[in-house]
């Protein structure tokens, strides 16, 4: 994973402040449980948007640490932190791994607001896919928004992948409905479904998008393999927001956290696992073609605390 929590012009990372912390504020808290410190380690997290429950969970837990004598150095102190946040990554959430179909095509569908970055984490996916040898097909269910089918077709031929669309206004789950029969006769094993960025608080658009999901369930039994919720990392507890909402009309099994690498506010991967039990399947790193990755909590943990610029 490339660094994901890298401060953005003159804000300090999260890493960078919990560091602060540690080999300020913790040289009073070894020597006796000091509250205003670890009220200064609540601040931090709440901050970066970790969330009332999993800031409450991680304060604790390093407490008890320092109470139980397990806690007695700054990097200790450091390691607790790291050490509870890999617990609620792999101990609130199931398996990170994409699901793939045990016969058949993969389906994928793609949901998520306007601009969080679908069409490009679609592209990204299938570029991915291609490496491991896969040949994915996009299809282009967002019939809604001008210009969309375009993109995703661009997205394919920049990649060297399969292609379905259709004109715009067209039925969105039909397009989903007709991809399934291209993989078929083209061999695809992954479909990778674009779906309208739409407003949450859009209730018909919203039963458009879940439509999709029981059209592409009739068509293929098993299918979707895989629900996914695109959101935009740096907009915080907002992400929370938009995850009830589109829990409300479908069956999320994963998060894709695009533009990771350009907030301080990391805290928001571990709040939204913490909440819903949705594990986080795939990280936006970068802007080029290549920076697309599956999600490692350990990895992720360790940056948290991590020295490295």
Partial sequence: MGRLLAGTGDKPSLWQRIRAWAFT??????????????????????????????T??????????????????????????????????????????????????????????NGVGKTTTIGKLALRLKREGRRPLLAAADTFRAGAIDQLRIWAERVHADFVGASPGADPAAVAFDAIDAAAARG???????????????TDLMKELAKVERVVARKLPGAPHETLLVLDATIGQNALA??????Q????????????????????????????GIPVKLVGTGEAPEDLEPFDAARFAAEVVSDRD
């Fill in 25 to 54: 504020d913790v040289g009073v808290l070894i020597k006796g449980v000091d509250e205003a410190s670890l009220q200064t380690l609540e601040e931090i997290l709440l901050g970066a948007d970790f969330g009332v429950p999993a």
């Fill in 56 to 113: 409450l969970e991680l304060v604790e837990h390093v407490e008890g640490g320092i109470r139980s004598g397990r806690v007695t150095s700054q990097q200790e102190a450091l390691d607790a932190v790291a050490e509870e946040i890999r617990s609620i990554m792999t101990g609130h959430a199931g398996d990170p791994a994409l699901s793939r179909a045990e016969s058949g095509p993969t389906v994928y569908v793609f949901a998520g607001v």
């Fill in 188 to 202: 695809c094993d992954v479909i990778l479904i674009d779906t309208a960025g739409r407003l949450h608080t859009q």
């Fill in 242 to 247: 938009q995850t009830r909402m589109f829990r």
């Fill in 249 to 276: 009309a479908l069956r999320i099994t994963g998060l894709v956290l695009a533009k990771l690498d350009s907030t301080a506010r990391g805290g928001i991967v571990i709040a939204l696992v913490k909440e819903f």
